[in-house]
């Protein structure tokens, strides 16, 4: 497909999991990439292998995010980390981090990148959020929170940007076979002395219908279709991609 040919996308968190497969599926369909992340080999590999850009940023240095004007049709704000503990346990530095990294970021980034889009009557903005911006779980004060308010920002966004061409919609997964978690699976057949796969079935996703995790792939080819322009009247949704987790 080459329906995304003359366009700008940027990937945060670009260098691995999602952001790759995303980076990846906006390459394949023309478009020319950024692939933005602090880990700047991992990046500079995926963007070579794409025939893209590699962007090194801390995107927690919000002072700097603060001054940018992009020039990107697309915006794929995907970087997050994850962190479990009890809330009266969770440090209150990483609480704010990960607001930071998975709110704020988003809000300067998509702040950073309207005028351009504006300015031509078109803008694509994808924000990779979770089951958990819609559902809680125990243990994950930062992230159910962060994912909450990335929502939020992604549906201001849509009722501002509508009357310019703009659309911005959430793409919402379930477990996903990223690095971070299979460290999580084989942290949890560790700790609890049972096969990865009964972590899979009977921890992470027991409320799923579906009992495998998501391909980071999948997410990727959701996203592309969001970006482009069959999916213009597509916006201020968030698409559920979690096994029918939700449905319950």
Known sequence: MSD????KALVTGGASGIGAACARELAARGAEVTVADLDGVAAKAVAHEIDGHAWIIDLLEVDTLAELRLETD???????????????????????????????????LTRAALPHMYAQGFGRIVNISSVHGIRASQFKVAYVTAKHGLEGLSKVTALEGG??????????????????????????????????????????LTESAIKRLIEPEEVAALVGWLVSDTAGMITGSSYLMDGGWSAR
């Open 74 to 108: 697309i915006l794929i704000n995907n970087a997050g980390v994850q962190s479990v503990s009890p809330i009266e346990e969770f440090a209150p530095h990483r609480f704010r981090m990960m607001q930071t990294l998975m709110v704020e970021a988003p809000f300067l």
């Open 4 to 7: 995304l040919m003359g366009r």
């Open 163 to 204: 009357p310019h061409g703009v659309t911005s919609n959430c793409v919402s997964p379930g477990y996903v076979r990223t690095p971070l978690v299979d460290k999580q699976i084989a942290e949890q057949a560790a700790a609890h002395g049972i096969p990865e796969q009964e972590v899979l079935e009977k921890v992470l």
